[in-house]
């Protein structure tokens, strides 16, 4: 068994390689320019494809077909159009091919395996089209680490703190185009991410382009005849002006970094198709009034950060810079001044995730060259239990075997790198010897056994102790993951399986209760929708990434509403989805697996969804008809327009096999929801709130009549009160009232008084409605008199009879057993 060793910087503007070694780490240098890293930029020029420095300087002369910033596409479906080939590209297929340019940095060594970095942001899809990037670049295996984390690892590695006590580091990541900023979790051996912001459009190129309209191009116009420049070159319409505005912007960023050291600095414009020859001078304050406003947008989602997580600044022990344009010097002196908190910069930005990356992937061990090898099998004939610290800050360690009390033979344990061998040593009952440890790495040792004959009886190859290195207590999720189930409304809602911020990898079993029939042989279908997204949205606005359907067609049996189903759900570290559902009174056992790179979407899925919530825009908009908020009915409408050609399109496409028309229905399905969501949410949730304390209000009077359990059952309810009243999911609040209201069924039903209410209502009743009008008049005489008498019996007897007298017996409270489910899943 080897560790990965290799780490991946796969950034959306500049991406590195680096390498675990004998406790270092060395990042692979590029050989144009000998620099660290290289432009995330590839080119396609006369059947040429170039990726990096040369690329991005075709940006100047060719700016059509060259392709920057897809890192912020990956897992959508859009692609480019490369001219040059007349043909279509995917970012993932240009993510592959910045990762075989690393990997050829590495000459010869032709890595199998990686650790590759993602923003904490990236969700499901995001993720796994990054890795899918991997496996098409040639990695037989690839891990993913969140890029926050393999900056605290760089930063917690390389300056050896001592941390005995629990602490917490902001990540404040300011790249070429993103910005994200990260609370972790940092103790003695473990560091976890609690929480993240970011912005996917706020980044180093914002400055870049800012530094052009602002000052540079005023500067220009100032020194000769053009005016206007500015609208001339964003608009395209004219090539010269489009090839000067990609010339500037490549001027302005290197002008930026000289501001960094310097404060002054000259740019030379040379552009003959304009006859310009100009000689700028700009200074470090000028740039500093730009900087300014970008900055201000960071430390708003720095601060908010903070703030939603009841922190203070002065809670956090260090800021970490990373990404280029933390190089800025007016950044780091004023998110110092800002935060008054240290802001620690020693560490290249622009390579702290890499290290970072490769310490990590020298302490995690390959599966790939495992297997590749056809990994002896490990032979556990006899039991012997091992007891060793898996995680030591010292040189040695000891490892102890109990074995069998009866063996008497030879014990061997061996380090991987062959550094250590302890030879064949006589061995009985127990085992206790002293290994060395390479410094910070993952060492792995195996132990062996052998009978008086010298014959191997037993071997363990995987024995493995870190050194030195910060262990990952798991990477968090960023997004609650959820299951559609059915709601009594015939509306769907999603039930939260995994919370957001929670450590990968997950497990959890839920039971569901069947809401529908599926007959066997049939064509229904029991439905499993897995989404990520906010739990307390509607459905519609968020991300399917699982999705199984159960017909009637593979039932030996039928499927009734009630019966139960049992879901098991697994999240593994790189963000595979294991599904399995098991249906025992069917005997049934379905499992899956989902990996899904790019969004797939079933079509009648899609136009169900829309119509869905068609009809509560178009009930919503009925039920304010009357109010006098116009603003609010206007865009109510607006949205009803808009699913209504979407749901028209999605009727209209289903023969569509080629076009990826779906996809952007389903996008557009996804907004135009979201913003309904966000229109309505408020106002739902006060409705919901306010119901909620009616029913609470409702239960007190009642209380003095509650026995001690439904007390407890009370208490029960109103627990978490604070946390579901604040949590702003009207699902979650009206599944409380629902209880309480239950709960007061239960109170009132055991009165022997509400008969009077009862009988009330009888008797106030229509006499048509009743079968025979005689018998209804005595009964009304019958009830008169037990009223006087408070005989709660004779009452309770006249009201049965009533009931059986009634023409047409009103339902029974409104549950499942009155309603099929859309799903089948309650
Ligand atoms: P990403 O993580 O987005 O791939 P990087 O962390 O490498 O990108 O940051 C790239 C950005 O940093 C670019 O916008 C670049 O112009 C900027 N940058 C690099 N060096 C400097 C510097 N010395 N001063 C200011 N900005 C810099
Ligand atoms: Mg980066």
């Avoid at 990762?99 to 032709?110: A, R, S, V």
């Avoid at 420049?229 to 319409?237: D, P, T, Y």
């Avoid at 009357?626 to 865009?635: C, H, M, P, S, V």
């Avoid at 209000?697 to 359990?709: D, G, K, L, M, S």
Wanted: proline share 2%; glycine share 4%.
């Amino acid at each position: 068994m080897k560790n990965i060793n290799i780490g991946i910087d796969l950034g959306t503007t500049n991406s590195a390689i680096a390498k675990y070694e004998n406790g270092k780490v060395t990042v692979y240098k590029n050989p144009v320019g000998f620099k660290d890293t290289i432009p995330s930029v590839v080119s396609f020029r006369k059947g040429r494809i170039q990726i990096g420095d040369k690329a991005r300087e075709h940006f100047l002369s060719n700016s059509e077909n060259v392709f920057a910033s897809f890192k912020r596409k990956m897992g959508s479906d859009e692609t480019y159009f490369i001219k040059d080939l007349d043909r279509q590209i995917a970012p993932l297929e240009l993510s592959s091919m910045v990762l075989k340019e690393l990997i050829n940095f590495t000459q010869n060594e032709n890595p199998k395996s990686a650790v590759i970095t993602i923003p904490a942001s990236f969700d499901t899809i995001q993720t796994n089209a990054t890795k899918k990037a991997g496996y098409e670049a040639g990695f037989a295996e690839v891990v993913l680490l969140q890029e926050p984390i393999a900056a605290c690892l760089a930063y917690s590695n390389f300056q050896n703190l001592d941390i005995s006590s629990e602490k917490k580091w902001l990540v404040y990541d300011f790249g070429g185009g993103t910005f994200d900023v990260a609370l972790v979790k940092i103790d003695e051996r473990e560091l976890k991410v609690i929480d993240h912001k970011g912005n996917n459009f706020l980044g180093g190129v914002d400055l870049d382009t800012l530094f052009v309209e602002k000052i540079i191009c005023p500067k220009m116009e100032a020194q000769s005849s053009e005016n206007n420049l500015w609208n001339k070159m964003i608009s395209g319409e004219d090539a010269i002006y489009k090839k000067l505005y990609f010339e500037l912007l490549f001027k302005a960023e290197e002008a930026k970094k000289e501001l960094s050291l310097k404060e002054k600095t000259n740019i030379e414009i040379e552009f003959d198709e304009l006859d310009l020859s100009l000689d700028l001078e700009l200074s470090k304050v000028e740039f500093e009034a730009i900087v300014a406003s970008k900055f201000e947008e960071s430390f708003q989602l720095t601060q908010k950060l903070i703030q939603e997580n009841n922190l203070k600044f002065s809670e956090i022990e260090r800021i970490i810079l990373v990404g280029g344009t933390t190089y800025i010097p007016y950044i780091r002196q004023e998110l110092e001044k800002r935060s008054q908190t240290l802001v620690d910069s020693s560490i290249d930005p622009t390579t702290a995730v890499v290290l970072g990356a490769s310490f990590y992937a020298g302490s995690k061990p390959s599966e790939y060259v495992a297997s590749e090898k056809e990994m002896v099998v490990e032979q556990e004939t006899l039991s012997v239990e091992l007891i060793f610290e898996p995680h030591s800050k010292d040189k040695e360690e000891l490892i102890v075997a109990i074995l069998p009390t009866d063996f008497n033979g030879f014990y061997r344990i061996t380090r991987s790198d062959g550094g250590f061998d302890t030879g064949l040593l006589a061995a009985n009952k127990k085992i206790a010897e002293f290994v060395p440890l390479l410094e910070k790495t993952t060492n792995i040792f195996s132990l062996f056994l052998f009978d008086q004959q010298q014959k191997q009886v037993y071997q363990h190859t995987s024995i493995q102790i870190t050194n030195g290195l910060y262990n990952i207590s798991g990477q968090p999720l960023p997004n609650d993951i959820c299951l559609e189930v059915d709601e009594e409304s015939g509306k769907t809602f999603m039930e939260r399986i995994f919370k957001k911020n929670d450590i990968l990898p997950l497990k959890k079993t839920i039971y569901k209760t069947c809401s529908k029939n599926i007959l066997k042989n049939s064509d229904d279908k029991l439905i499993i929708n897995i989404v990520e997204g906010n739990a307390g949205s509607m459905i519609g606005s968020n991300l399917t990434i699982g999705y199984i359907e159960i017909c009637g067609k593979d039932f030996h049996q039928d499927l009734l509403k009630g019966m139960d189903v049992e879901l098991n759900f697994k999240i593994s570290e790189s963000r595979d989805l294991s599904i399995t559902v098991y249906i025992s009174s069917l005997d049934l056992e379905i499992k899956e697996v989902f990996n899904p790179h790019e969004r797939t979407i079933s079509l009648s899925k899609l136009t169900e969804d829309i119509k869905v919530v068609l009809d509560e825009v178009s009930e919503e908009i009925y039920l304010n008809e009357e109010d006098e908020n116009y603003e609010y009915l206007a865009k109510l409408k607006r949205i009803k327009d808009h699913l209504a050609v979407l749901y028209n399109e999605s009727l209209e496409i289903v023969n569509d096999k080629s076009t990826d028309k779906k996809y952007q229905i389903d996008e557009m399905k996804r907004l135009t929801i979201q913003e309904y969501d966000d229109l309505v949410r408020h106002k739902h949730v006060l409705n919901e709130l306010s119901e909620y304390h009616y029913s609470k209000e409702v239960f007190q009077t009642y209380a003095e009549q509650a026995n001690p359990r439904q007390m407890e059952e009370y208490e029960k309810i109103i627990k978490n009160e604070v946390e579901f009243l604040q949590s702003n999911n009207k699902y979650l609040i009206r599944k409380k009232t629902k209880e309480l209201d239950n709960l007061i069924d239960s109170v009132y039903l055991k009165q022997e008084s509400r008969f009077i209410d009862y009988f009330y209502y009888y008797r106030f009743k229509d006499e048509d409605e009743f079968t025979n009008r005689d018998k209804f008049l005595k009964l009304v005489e019958l009830g008169e008199k037990a009223l006087e008498n408070h005989s709660m019996v004779e009452l309770k007897s006249i009201c049965s009879q009533f009931w059986e007298l009634l023409k047409v017996k009103p339902k029974l409270k409104d549950d499942f057993n009155s309603f099929d489910g859309n799903l089948g899943l309650k």
